[in-house]
């Protein structure tokens, strides 16, 4: 590590699972930067000590993941975007102050650009499935672009319904067992939910729509989900997550270092080959029991980090 070595870390906990280094440091690479990204694993009370010691640490900003997004609000000066959202996860200084922001919008937006171009022009109905802090981030896009109507559709309509309360009128919440209805008049549907994820009840749902219908999932592991295979078999264009956890990336390297880097095929396939590498076996599903039939698990929103 040499003097002027400029430093970079994502705090969380845990966090070691985390590609961020694994992107960042291959853009560090990329440009021939003096700079390194590291894995900064701080528990919950150590974590308010440590963010204001950031710069006495070395560091000229930080990405911030679970279960620290929130609480990242109150020790620094959130802009427009992370107040909008209520969390933030990049952090950087600006005239000695720390600032932060939240790049989950822009990574959502810029996959769903890249992925899908056009599909926003005239799209009047979304439907987001799930409430958490994802849905949050993918409503404020939405809203951003103009989107008219946006459907939160959620097991608990309450925890939709706070959604409706902090982005307005626009976002209408739906209980679960009306996916299918509003998919007929939807043109884009979004799961922001753990279903789906390697390791978590899969996301079953009925894709009669249009076939019009894009469709986004925030999950990257496994790189292909059911929801989106289900999409692709019927000629649906689609966005994956690992698109949006690449793109949410860049704003931070530019908040950080000044330039903004690119997606590269070969950063993407880096980060696919290492997802593979550590992907966990698929374990069969438990049959019924005798004249007990399974229960739907019921869903759980994914926090984005």
Known sequence: MSENQKAVCVIGYPVKHSRSPMIHNYWIKQHGLDAIYRVEEVAPPEFPEFVKS????????????????????????????????????????TDGALRSTNTDVHGFLANLDNATPGWDRGLETAV????????????????????????????????????????????????????????????????????????????????????????????????????LAMARERGLRTADGLGMLLQQAVRGFELWFGIRPEVTLELRAMVEADLMQHAAPIQPEKPARPGRPLKPKSPRNKPRG
């Open 128 to 227: 987001v499935l799930g409430a958490g802090g994802g849905a949050r981030a993918v409503v404020f896009g939405l809203l951003q672009r103009e989107v008219q109507r946006v459907y939160v559709v959620n097991r608990t309509i309450e925890r939709a319904e706070i959604l409706r309360k902090q982005f307005g009128p626009r976002v209408r919440p739906a209980g679960w067992q009306e996916t299918t209805g509003l998919l007929g008049g939807a043109g884009l549907i979004v799961n922001t939910t753990t279903l789906g994820m390697t390791g978590q009840p899969p996301l079953d749902i009925n894709l009669r729509c249009p076939a019009s219908l894009v469709v986004a999932d925030i999950v990257y592991n496994p790189l292909v989900t059911k929801l």
């Open 54 to 93: 950031l710069r006495q640490r070395g560091y000229i900003g930080a990405n911030v993941t679970v279960p620290h997004k929130q609480t990242v609000m109150t020790l620094t000066d959130p802009d427009e975007r992370a107040r909008g959202i209520g969390a933030a996860n990049a952090l950087w200084f």
